[in-house]
């Protein structure tokens, strides 16, 4: 039976935990961290970017490149690592699937340095992309929401961006995109599958339109989740949606 921690953490306190199950780095195994000082400064940087819908154009920050523009709703992608380094697959997997929070702490501020380090404009407000209701009650916490809380706090202190936590809604629940095969499921598992909050204060449209927006994951495999959000909010009238993962 897969144990979710995270709601039992909220009543019965984070250190009576931390006694039961020590906390140790997920990669040197040293007390008091899931991932060490040490170790987060040999997480691997992805160096090369390329154009989230060719993926063959190298372009500075993931920007589309010229011969995509206007083929795609998303501006470009920028993916911080690999996902096929191990220690980036266990970090993002205990996260996940061990539900473990806490990670989003480390692995937000570091993708937050990393971003700092690429010549791209700050944008007005951060959305992550949403779980189904769902999954979220399984796991208890959106990932990509506090990646999302973490990089608003890290990139500007003392003026913390916004972050719109309800602005999109995932309508269907679908499988994981990296348990798809080929494309035409890929783009079909995720058809219609968010759309605007209806209920969201002043409106979600009035809360995107002609705003530049990150649009915050863990990871991209193919990149349609994010184009599907971005196409929505596009369509909402957002300005630009350029999206931000930790790694591809």
Not at 21 to 40: D, H, K, M, V
Not at 128 to 145: A, D, I, T, Y
Not at 182 to 209: Q, T
Request: glycine share 6%.
């Amino acid at each position: 039976m897969h144990l979710n921690l995270y709601p039992v953490c909220k009543k019965i306190g984070i250190s009576l935990l931390d006694t039961l199950f020590p906390i140790r780095c997920l990669s040197c195994n040293a007390y008091g961290q899931y991932l060490c000082t040490n170790c987060l400064e040999h997480f691997p940087r992805r160096l090369r970017q390329r154009c989230p819908h060719c993926r063959r154009a190298t372009t500075p920050c993931g920007e589309v490149c010229f011969s995509c523009s206007g083929k795609s709703s998303l501006d470009g992608l920028f993916a911080a690592s690999h996902y096929r380094h191990p220690l980036v697959a266990t970090s993002i997997h205990t996260y996940k699937y061990r539900f473990i929070p806490a990670l989003a702490e480390p692995l937000g501020t570091w993708l937050a340095e990393r971003v700092l380090e690429i010549d791209l404009p700050l944008p007005d407000v951060f959305i992550p992309v949403p779980l189904h209701k769902r999954r979220l009650r399984f796991r208890g916490f959106n990932q990509s929401e506090l990646l999302a809380d973490t990089l608003a706090e890290t990139l500007t202190p003392g003026s913390v961006l916004p972050v719109l936590q309800n602005c999109l809604l995932r309508t269907r629940y679908t499988k994981p995109q990296i348990k798809t095969k080929v494309r035409e499921e890929r783009l079909s598992n995720l058809k219609n599958a968010f759309a605007l909050a209806p209920e969201m204060p002043l409106g979600s449209e009035a809360k995107v339109r002609g705003k530049t927006i990150w649009l915050i994951d863990d990871v991209a495999t193919t990149g349609t989740t994010l184009e599907e959000c971005a196409r929505v909010l596009k369509s909402a009238g957002a300005k630009s949606v350029f999206g931000i993962v930790l790694a591809r």
